[in-house]
């Protein structure tokens, strides 16, 4: 889990995993990679936000702690304490979160320009 901070924290799958229902074969999210591609085009926007990389089995421990149990999809962007998006699609103890690649690069835009 992160610590307290002002940045918000963005949840991303690590590419190179397992899916239990489909044995024999490696995978990677394409919305999380996108994001990465975003991230490494604009590196302003990584340092403005905490980065974790979660594996795909469930719990999703650290995604939980913030964004609720109920709110584990990824990628996941979580907001600091207080501020709001329009993209937001949940709020966990104060902590509003935003779901989906494409919602996410709109609240980055939206946030940080």
Known sequence: MSAPHNRADLFLLKPGFEDPAFPDAIYFDRFSALLEGVLRSFPELERRMVVHHVDF???RVAVAALAGEDNQTLPRLV???????GHASAEHE???SVAGAAAIIAA???LYG
């Not at 907001?79 to 998006?85: E, F, I, R, T």
């Open 57 to 59: 089995a469930r719990p």
């Open 79 to 85: 907001l600091p304490p207080g501020v709001a998006s």
């Open 94 to 96: 104060g902590r509003r």
């Open 108 to 110: 980055l835009v939206e």
